[in-house]
């Protein structure tokens, strides 16, 4: 049987942002996506690329994807890799592609020596939590995530 996770490819982006779109669409935050095809090229295939994806395919076409990133812990002394996205079309679900992906994602992690894999999951998705737990991977309930952003980001900035 062939391997339906491999690496993305400049090819693969207009498939890409689809299931970002596709992505924000079922966080209802449908409106919220300002990545073009353009900025996605420069961040995973430019010059200096701050992150990278993976695709799985079902009969030649992408139907998944998880997008990622290094990050560092000071605790631990060594990278990490941080799951940005993780999206599997409704029509592919079940079929283990969502698995696949980052079953590939650990190996990578640990390939390259990195301490831990870690994402975030809005609470509202049981579906996720769900698949999440059933991998044995844990919430960690005790932090909360902090952003600065937009306007405020700016002004801070500028202070």
């Not at 073009?36 to 420069?42: A, D, F, M, R």
């Not at 940005?84 to 409704?90: A, G, I």
């Amino acid at each position: 049987m062939t391997d339906p996770i491999r690496k993305a490819t400049p090819a693969d982006l207009g498939d890409i942002l689809q299931l970002i779109r596709d992505l924000a669409a079922y966080e209802r935050e449908p409106d919220a996506v300002r990545a073009t095809v353009e900025s996605l090229y420069g961040t995973l295939f430019g010059p200096t690329p701050t992150a990278e994806a993976i695709v799985a395919e079902v009969e030649g076409e992408v139907a998944g994807m998880a997008l990622y990133f290094t990050n560092f812990s000071t605790w631990s002394g060594r990278d990490g890799l941080y799951l940005e996205d993780l999206y599997v079309r409704p029509e592919a679900r079940g079929s283990g592609l969502g698995k696949a992906l980052l079953r590939r994602l650990a190996r990578i992690a640990v390939s390259r020596g990195c301490a831990r894999v870690e994402w975030a999951v809005l609470d509202w998705n049981a579906p996720a939590i769900r698949f999440y737990r059933s991998l044995g991977a844990v919430p960690k309930d005790e932090w909360t995530v902090y952003r600065l952003d937009g306007d405020a980001l700016a002004a801070f900035g500028a202070a």
